[in-house]
């Protein structure tokens, strides 16, 4: 089909360029299933589908776009011949045309890899495996009220043509997730964890060891008081430091927030903003992450992109029109939510660099302060450089060591630079969680991964 | 193709099925600083399928065999494939059996769609906008994204429902920046209605400018407990943990235990809250006709003077629970206090108060009702005046703090709630300097 749909988008990609400058076609089709149980309910079901083609043409000062998951291949010429004629009589005589280049030629078919194929392990056997898990999590305590087992397989088929670039890419994820809900005296609270990679069977384990430590942090959560506010020495597990990374320098690199001048990261380029053992990457090429890809949404290959080095602010993260606009070398972060929504600068695996510390040595190190696990979200603010961060768990670290003393939930806020100017140990150690969901400001949501390592730093909390 | 559709799920011997037609058009703009950066258009089409298999178990007792899929208009073709594996599913798995409803009451005419929409708002809304900034000191435009949708939507099921509805909904997200000194600020402003009268962007952007302007001279917050009063924003999520408390889904699945009967909010002081579902609200984000079940729609009271006095329910969780079906939750209405907002915005003798408008995020938890977000725009109001704010957190515990709490008396709609205007907790945790 691939073959089919590159030659067909290719010739109709070819007659548009004779009416505009510019024009590329992208599909994207997804498919999968998605097992999900619980003490009283059960389902067995398809992923949504989100199977469409969208049609980008550019007339030398603006992008216009048709998109459609219907179409038949005489009537969809028809139109966006119309679209091409209407974008280019809407040219500005008054302003500058400009092209848009297509990238280096690329003729190329990718594929992700995977250990053990899901589909090679029959549907009741997978939903038996849910319902397995659940049942240990419910098992386990009497406190524990209900869980959410759910086991999800998604592949990501894309087909990008350009008039250099004639490319797919197949990608197989596979999610693995519980949700435990502990409950006592009216109170509820849920936790969760799982992992999610473009890998197959192989990253679906989830050990007894990991539901245990769950139930324990939920039933502890329960009775865990609110932190009193205030500035705190804290150590952040890899978790939380994933969302620091990607909250204060993830979106705020975002180049098409520099277009709409409302990125204060873009007077700090080649400036130091973090402590100078710091370093921060965002990296589609990671493949077997959950943000990894081969090439965007505007045909631009995986390549990893390093945002500070030792410190210093480096390059941005850009989608086509911004780079365009900016004039900065492109990177692979032009990303859809799906073929029904525009292109953003978008991260992908977006993380810390590990450095030269042990956990062990990081919480030692603390005379009085927090570890914070069990990060929830978070939010950006590139223009003021605000940060907030909300988890679930602060345990006391008193004299290098863990009290069991927990304080829920918990938010971080501060200036960006303040906060990562204070980071004082980073970590040996470095992990990537796939479990999230990235939104633009409130919208347009995207998978993508973040990570890091152990960090220890001065952050107000609450 | 809905009958193509239905045709095939009468070939097969299934214990009901329902399938959800939506057909939805959209027009969107983007534009960075004033400049036209992308128009779009899109066209989208598609059936969502649930199949019911009732089945006995080992026991004898029935069980219900339940699948959904959606399918579009290139998969078409494989149709019977697809209805092979999602009656193969559903004999996998196991849940309790809920019934379909059939043809019943007509629905109320709910005011959902406006047909004045069409792609020739894009150049409007673009030039309202520009002209409303450029009335605005100290304010320009950073970027502005406008979305108009048309959404017609369709439900029948084999015991011979055929709703219909037709909506419409009109989106912007604009960014204004303030310059003061050498920095400038921004304010983001959403908002989402399904009217174009609904949709006042000069209104907007005068309000937005205001706080624009504020936050280029907004210092940190103090540090303590202090009067909160929450306004604008916030108002939007504030009263979900609430609305959780209520649901019949929820308590179905465990996630929540509260009973009709129970107390929701240990009254202590505070405004008693008074909450219903209401999808009947003109314009409304969350209002409809019939729910997806095709319940036609119902202002439904769920918590009366702080007491759970009913569950929102759709069809199946209703035949779950026993209770009533009132229907898909709604538009989160909440009854007004007494005391008028201004008086709401007026610090005690020798205190100080926080009137906050936007926070970065606000999402409530809605299992345990505790918040905390990072203040975005808002005042501290004492003898001396206001001064703005921004950035710091407030941090709370919605059913604790609701005891206390005063409601204003004047009430607002905003994109799917009518609510106080205003809302004064005692004592809520706020992090700053």
Same mark, same amino acid.
Request: net charge negative; charged share 25%.
């Given at each position: 089909m691939a073959a089919d749909l590159k030659e067909r988008l290719g010739d109709l990609v070819a007659h548009l360029e004779t009416i505009v400058p510019y024009a590329a076609a992208l599909h994207k089709k997804r498919s999968g299933t998605r097992i999900s149980v619980n003490r009283v309910q059960e389902s067995v079901e398809p992923e949504d589908p989100a199977q469409g083609l969208v049609v980008t043409l550019w007339n030398g000062q603006a992008f216009y776009e048709y998109a459609a998951n219907a179409w038949e291949w005489d009537s969809l010429k028809t139109t966006l011949t119309d679209d091409a004629r209407a974008a280019a009589a809407a /040219?500005?005589?008054s302003k500058p045309v400009e092209q848009i280049e297509p990238g280096a030629e690329i003729r190329q078919d990718f594929s992700s890899g995977f250990e053990?194929?899901?589909?090679? %392990?029959?549907l009741a056997e997978r939903l038996e495996i849910a319902r397995e898990r659940m049942n240990q999590a419910v098992a386990a305590?009497? %406190? /524990?009220?209900n869980a959410v087992s759910i086991l999800a397989h998604t592949v990501s088929e894309d087909v990008f043509v350009n008039r250099a670039k004639s490319m797919s890419q197949k990608i197989l994820r596979s999610d693995s997730i519980l949700v435990v809900f502990v409950s006592k005296d009216g109170l509820t609270v849920d936790i969760h964890n799982g992992v999610s990679k473009?890998?197959?069977?192989? @990253?679906?384990d989830l050990s007894k060891g990991t539901l245990r430590g769950m139930v324990d942090d939920a039933k502890r959560l329960l009775t865990a008081p609110r932190l009193d506010p205030g500035v705190y020495d804290v150590v952040t597990d890899p978790e939380w430091s994933g969302i620091i990374a990607h909250e204060c320098f993830g979106h705020g690199m975002e180049t098409d927030l520099y277009v709409r001048q409302r990125a204060l990261s873009q007077k700090y380029l080649?400036?130091? /903003?973090?402590?100078?053992i710091v370093n921060m990457f965002d990296d589609p090429? %990671?493949?077997? #992450?959950?943000?990894?890809?081969?090439?965007?949404?505007?045909?631009q290959p995986a390549a990893p992109t390093h945002i500070i080095k030792d410190g210093v602010l480096q390059r941005g993260l850009t989608d086509l029109p911004s780079a365009h606009k900016l004039r900065f070398e492109r990177s692979?972060?032009?990303?859809?939510?799906?073929?029904a929504r525009k292109a953003y600068a978008r991260m992908t695996n977006t993380f810390f660099e590990s450095g030269q510390s042990t956990k062990d040595q990081i919480i030692s190190s603390v005379e009085n302060g927090l570890y914070l696990r069990h990060a929830t979200n978070g939010m950006e603010d590139?223009?003021?450089?605000g940060i907030q961060v909300e988890g679930l768990w602060a345990e006391r670290i008193r004299d290098g060591k863990l009290t069991g003393e927990v304080f829920s939930p918990v938010i971080m806020t501060g200036f960006v630079p303040d906060l990562l100017m204070s980071i004082s140990m980073v970590g040996n150690d470095r992990w990537i969680s796939g479990l999230g969901m990235c939104g633009k400001g409130h919208k347009e949501w995207v998978k993508n991964t973040t990570g890091g390592p152990h960090l220890r730093m001065k952050a107000r909390l609450a | 193709m809905l009958s193509t559709i239905t045709d095939a799920l009468r070939k097969r011997k299934l214990s009901g099925w329902q399938v959800r037609e939506g057909r939805r058009t959209s027009h969107q703009s983007f534009l960075a600083l004033t400049e036209c950066e992308c128009r779009r258009r899109v066209d989208t089409q598609s059936w969502t399928v649930s199949i019911h298999q009732v089945r006995a178990a080992a026991d004898g007792r029935p069980v219900l065999g339940l699948s959904n899929f959606r399918i579009t208009p290139p998969e078409l073709p494989s149709l019977d494939q697809r209805i092979d594996e999602a009656l193969f599913a559903a004999s996998l798995v196991t849940n309790q059996p809920f019934t379909l409803a059939g043809p019943g009451a007509a629905a109320p005419d709910v #005011?959902?769609?406006?047909?004045?929409?069409?792609?020739k708002l894009m150049d409007e809304f673009e030039e309202r906008l520009n002209g409303a900034i450029a009335r605005e000191k100290n304010i320009r435009l950073s970027a502005a994204e406008f979305f108009a949708d048309r959404l017609e939507l369709r439900l029948v099921n084999h015991l011979g429902l055929d709703v219909s509805q037709i909506e419409t909904s009109l989106q912007t997200e604009f960014i204004l920046l303030s310059r003061r000194g050498g920095e400038e600020k921004e304010f983001i402003d959403r908002f989402t209605r399904r009217l174009s009268r609904d949709f006042n962007i000069e209104e907007e952007v005068r309000t937005s400018a205001e706080q624009a302007r504020a936050a280029a001279e907004a210092g940190l917050p103090r540090t303590g407990k202090f009067a909160v009063l929450l306004s604008d #924003?916030?108002?939007?999520?504030?009263?979900n943990p609430l609305l959780a408390r209520a649901s019949a889904r929820l308590k179905y699945n465990r996630m929540v235990d509260a009973t009709p009967g129970q107390m929701i909010v240990d009254p202590a002081g505070g405004d008693p809250i008074t909450l219903w579902s209401n999808p %009947?609200?003109?314009? @409304?984000?969350?209002?409809?006709?019939?729910?997806?079940?095709g319940t036609p729609a119902q202002r439904v009271c769920l918590i009366e003077n702080n007491r759970l006095v009913c569950q929102a329910a759709d069809k199946r969780y209703a035949e779950y629970l026993g209770i009533p079906v009132t229907g898909e939750a709604g538009n989160v209405e909440v009854e007004g206090g007494k005391a008028a907002f201004e008086d709401l915005r007026k610090p005690a003798p020798g205190t100080i108060l926080y009137h906050l408008q936007a926070f970065s995020a606000f999402e409530p938890n809605?299992?345990?009702?505790a918040f905390s977000a990072e203040i975005r725009s808002g005042f501290e109001v004492s003898a001396a005046g206001a001064r703005p704010i921004k950035g710091g957190s407030v941090s709370g515990v919605l059913q604790k703090d609701l005891a206390r709490a005063r409601l204003s008396r004047e009430r607002v709609q905003r994109e799917n709630v009518l609510v106080p205007k205003g809302v004064l907790f005692e004592g809520l945790t706020v992090a700053g300097a």
């Open positions: /040219v500005d005589k053990r194929d899901p589909a090679a %392990l029959p305590d009497p %406190l /524990v009220a473009n890998a197959g069977l192989e @990253a679906m080649s400036k130091p /903003v973090a402590a100078p090429s %990671l493949i077997g #992450e959950a943000g990894g890809f081969f090439f965007d949404d505007e045909g692979a972060n032009g990303r859809r939510e799906s073929f590139p223009q003021a450089w | #005011e959902l769609a406006d047909p004045s929409i069409s792609p #924003e916030p108002l939007d999520r504030l009263f %009947l609200l003109p314009g @409304a984000s969350d209002s409809y006709r019939y729910d997806g079940y809605p299992i345990t009702g």
